[in-house]
């Protein structure tokens, strides 16, 4: 009998659908190293879901899609701007710079993780453009929905991207829970991506009910460099021989809307555990509620009363005064009625 | 209804056994990151199945498990010797010098694949080991099976693994087919690994039936660097968030002596197709056959009437006179009824 | 006849010291790579000069001093903390990145280029030092003379290294204008390098009077790692083939403390130039005096009074209303008669 | 009173007239970085020599010349093709592959040191260019005069350089003893270089006179990525603050012929010391002497003898049989008398 775990949406396992697709890619041989039919057809499906041309590999894991994608935009040489707590940032080990070649990774502050123009444009004019001795402005990196669990309206990406037009600067997008987005913003996920000036994105779906594939997808002009990023690709391990069973996750993944149903179901249920624990006396949400994770401050007997229904959670961080910060998160396969249970349990505190 | 494929063993899918291990560990939520019981108990399944203590670190592909072996044995300034035909040499896009920040790849000659103790030797005592002009030697790199499917015997990998220890330089082995190997030598995996001076091997799964996994292994006193590896594994993408369905994979493949018995019977059907095949006038074998490949010259016309068969083949090189080199592969699941139609259409041609 | 200039310390020519020095070292044929009785006897000399062993590598330039420095104190997922101005950090054009194989530059906050215990330390515990997601703490680096002209006391100095030690940081000095801070001080140059807990240094001389040379110093137990700096000197094309010449300058700058004379003269000229030109109306000293660094607000007609000297200075950075901001330096050679007619162009405006 | 030498061209000092030409440099202050009237010049005086437009930058060593250079040519997946004993390959500590990211160094045979077409065509056509698993050809490096002391006719450089075109490869060439090539070929600079198909060029100046300068040439369609050069060039901190002391030495090199008539010298004494030495009984020349360099077998007697002189030689490698081999190497300022007396003691022993 499954335990329900809702410190991480990683702690999730595979979607039916998903499983079931890779089961249906094990039929005979076919050819290795993405020469199968499933793997050719991925850049149409994305195509479609994106309405515009795009080119696109799939990785194994939201670290190297990001590893990937900075080695993609920047030269060395180049600055990429990037919240300060981006994944990009402090999360991968300095795998960004490695991949990179010894870019910079230029972190600057903003409310719930997100930036904003002024920010970005005061940063990447610091120093001429063709001045040797500094970073070169290169790229911008946001991340949706942000590290703090909030989004990017539409014209905010716009926004940025527009910035990044004037100030000739690569867009990219860290999507790791792109799914939760859109599930959000009710738009299409062409309007705040390549509608909005990205250039470059990590697709992610392993948090969202994959086993373990995310894609790198480019878009319009960027696109008549994608052979640098094959290479890329192939070089990091990632141009895996059994392909097939990747490119499958991502045809299911993206069949019949599965990755929106899906995110929005996780993302109601972030409200409805939010809202149920925010009720309680003392406790306190850090960041607003916007997508699948919630930030609280809580009592630590809170807390303990949560945790007593043996229900995975991450462990608290003690602020002094009894109380301490938690990162609760909703996943696709979220049972109601565990939130609910949770629920009782902060309450009856 | 599935294809028989003889072009490569990355073209089967994945074994019943295999696929069941992932379907199993799709319970509930469990630690992300490794952070559970499967990945917990992979490093003493590793143990015994090698009969020491060992340090293990799963990896989605044979490429990146070599790329973080050569940066794990090597400094930047070190020189790695391997087999002109080396898949470190050849195969993997630079990846190895890239993820040891610049090691020098130094390749040597070899019948079928195979360094012997006086070429070695002599390569990594041509410059003072001291001298910083020159590249350093630092570690040996040898595959088993080898790149044309033939085998080190166990003295063989001793006498290597004396010079190693003679000179003070790590030993690799590359065991992409390893199963192959063990299978075909009867021996143990400890004597022809860390008993014959073995410090660090890329283990081989996906080619013999997983889905994607491979484990790099440390034996010895290279445990004590371990924790480098794990950050370079990390920072290579390589911490699946998911990793329970990684680790399945591994223990399910070790589980009852299935990656032997695999192996074994990929190895005999290659036996009975190349004997079948290269008593065809005209046809010659152009390497031992050890393991589960198989590189023949033949006339075209033989090529054709295997072709016709409808099976996947890869294309023949062709070498002139009516001649072609080609390179055939079984798998755990090559079916002996379809190895018999392929030498029937070869013999009738 | 020579044009007196106060945009940099790096225009100025060769001390006639250190030019002899070079003339006296071009006698017959003598070892090259460092192979000559110059270099040998270069680190007893240095011994001398900071009264315990140490290992030396003359290098080139600033530049490379501290990327190669930063290489040696970082494994590629450590983190270095230094300052937001810090030329590590933007004016090495991402070389420490580069030379690390990618380890973090962090930048923090800090007045007038000074960083202090409190903004290092929450830094470098915002993450557990084995979370191998994080960057890991690894060393820190600061700069003195500050890029803003200030200077670190010793018992500055001393609380950075007190950290260090407690959280296990290498502890590295960007020494780039080290003289001046010395002759500032009025220390030793022990008291505020290893005494106070320095490892590693980026010894400056070109600034001071060299034509192009710097050193690397390293102290205490990281001397045990020496090794890997002659290997990364080396491979960075620093090990000049005529070395002779590098020492012989080193070794002037040393002699009858030549190097202190010429910088406690430079910043006697900077406190006579600020001090004159401060006392113009509308002029503001941006960060105290304490080197050879002047960074001033000034009314734009007041700058072009001092331009109108012909003396050689850095274009003006408009700031608005008839003010921008400058920066002036003095050097080994400055002449007296020049800084009182600069400083009565400007008082004449 | 100076020593002769003859170990290396490296244990020469400084020319006078490149030494004046430092000492006039030192004038007042000028622009730093380059920013100097001597560095303007550079450019149009390299060009005047190779009676094209080039474009140029100064350096400190050989090394960092061929890292940066082998960094320009090829992206980190590509393979740069180049002899077995080319210093790009064995001498450059693995700069060469750190400063690409990773490239491969493909060593290739060839007698004295030079490459032929059908082995160059031979090795870059092994892998289709497109196939993302192999390195991708994508450079020729050869050393004129090669590491033997040889030459590369201009019709066997233009051979190579037709084969490149043929490729899409970019040919470079180390020029470390480019000036005693051009003295014995008595062709243009520009016939053995850009006329024969050569797109970049290391070269060299120190071994010839110079204190420390080579410069990086960059020639026709390659210029058009010069500012990656540049950002390359400054990240090795190869941009001297003083470099008008390095573009000093070029222009003094360059002027009056100075390098022709030294390496000419050169050549002429190596000779004649080549012709003496060579003619004692059992004495042996293992390359044809058309540079600097000389390459025998000896009787260890005959090379006591001529150490007996006391004057500077490098050890001698002992081949068994009582003989060795030793390099000699004559320079600039190399005295007709001491070759003399060099090789009387070799003929009296």
Chains 1, 2, 3, 4 share one sequence.
């Not at 995310?214 to 640098?228: D, I, M, P, Q, S």
Request: charged share 15%; proline share 4%.
């Amino acid at each position: 009998m499954a335990t329900p775990h809702f410190g991480s949406d990683n702690v999730s396992g595979i979607a039916s659908e998903i499983l079931e697709a890779i089961t249906s890619a094990n039929g005979g041989g076919v050819g290795s190293y993405g020469g199968d039919g499933l793997t050719d057809s991925l850049t149409a499906r994305f195509a479609e879901v994106f309405e515009t041309e795009v080119s696109v590999l799939p990785v194994g894991t939201g670290t190297i899609a990001n590893c990937l994608a900075v080695s993609f935009i920047t030269p060395p040489w180049g600055a990429v701007y990037c919240h300060h707590d981006a994944h990009i940032m402090v999360d991968e080990a300095n795998g960004p710079e490695f991949f990179s070649g010894g870019a910079k990774l230029a972190d600057l502050p903003g409310d719930h993780g997100r930036l904003d123009v002024a920010t970005v444009r005061e940063a990447a004019t610091a120093f001429p453009v063709d001045d040797l001795h500094h970073p070169m402005r290169a790229a911008l990196s946001i991340t949706q929905a942000t590290e703090w669990g909030n989004i990017y309206s539409v014209p905010q990406v716009q926004a940025l991207g527009d910035l990044c037009t004037e100030l000739d600067m690569v867009f990219h997008m860290d999507g790791a829970r792109f799914a939760n987005a859109v599930a959000a913003l009710g738009c299409s996920p062409a309007e705040v991506t390549w509608k909005a000036g990205i250039d470059v994105m990590s697709f992610g779906a392993t948090k969202n009910g994959c086993m373990a594939v995310e894609a790198l997808v480019v878009f319009g002009e960027k696109r008549k460099e994608f052979v640098k990023l094959q290479r890329l690709h192939k070089r990091a391990g990632q141009l895996f021989s059994k392909m097939r069973f990747f490119s499958a996750q991502l045809e299911a993944y993206l069949a019949n809307d599965n990755w929106i149903t899906w995110a929005a179901h996780a993302n109601t249920q972030a409200k409805r555990l939010s809202q149920g624990v925010a009720a309680v006396d003392g406790v306190k949400l850090l960041h607003p509620v916007e997508a699948n994770e919630i930030f609280l401050s809580m009592p630590i007997a809170v807390y303990d009363a949560m945790a007593a229904t043996g229900f995975g959670l991450y462990p608290i961080s003690p602020s002094g005064d009894g109380h301490g910060s938690i990162r609760l998160v909703t996943s696709f396969n979220s049972d109601p009625a565990d939130v609910d249970t949770l629920v009782a349990a902060a309450q009856g505190a």
